[in-house]
C-alpha cells in the first residue's frame, strides 16, 4: 500500500507563508499525478493544486492562484505546496493525494485514489 504523509502545516499570520509537503512512500507504485486538497469544519473538501508527475503541468483553483504554487521533487517522491499572502480563509486541514491515471481535469476528488491523514494549517487575523 502507498502511504502518504503531510508536513509543514502550522499557526501563521495573515499575509504570511508555510511550505506543505507530501511524502509517497511503500510498495512501488505508478501513479500520474499529486494534488492537494482542503477541508476546513462544517464544508466540502475542495481542490487546490495538482502537478502532473512527469511533465510538471499544474492546475489550481482560481482562489488561490497567484498565491500558491505546486512543486514536485520526482526522484524524492514529494510534492509541495508553497502557500504565500495566506488569508483567513485558507484555514483547513490540507491533505494531498494520488491520482493513478491520467487527470481529466486533475481538480475533482473521485480522480484521486489514495489520500494522505491532512495537516492542519491555521492562518490567524
Known amino acids: 500500500q502507498v502511504q502518504l504523509v503531510e508536513s509543514g502545516g502550522g499557526l501563521v499570520q495573515a499575509g504570511g507563508s508555510l511550505r506543505l509537503s507530501c511524502v509517497a512512500s511503500?510498495?512501488?507504485?505508478?501513479?500520474?499525478?499529486m494534488g492537494w486538497f482542503r477541508q476546513a469544519p462544517g464544508k466540502e473538501r475542495e481542490f487546490v493544486a495538482a502537478?502532473?508527475?512527469?511533465?510538471?503541468?499544474?492546475v489550481y483553483a482560481d482562489d488561490v492562484k497567484g498565491r500558491f504554487a505546486i512543486s514536485r521533487a520526482t526522484a524524492r517522491n514529494t510534492v509541495y505546496l508553497q502557500m504565500n499572502s495566506l488569508k483567513s480563509e485558507d484555514t483547513a486541514v490540507y491533505y494531498c493525494?494520488?491520482?493513478?491515471?491520467?487527470?481529466?481535469?486533475?481538480?475533482?476528488?473521485?480522480?484521486?485514489?489514495?489520500w494522505g491523514q491532512g495537516t492542519q494549517v491555521t492562518v490567524s487575523s
Open positions: 493525494a494520488i491520482s493513478t491515471v491520467r487527470f481529466y481535469r486533475g481538480t475533482s476528488r473521485e480522480e484521486y485514489d489514495y
Open positions: 511503500g510498495r512501488r507504485f505508478s501513479y500520474y499525478g
Open positions: 502537478i502532473a508527475w512527469s511533465a510538471g503541468e499544474t
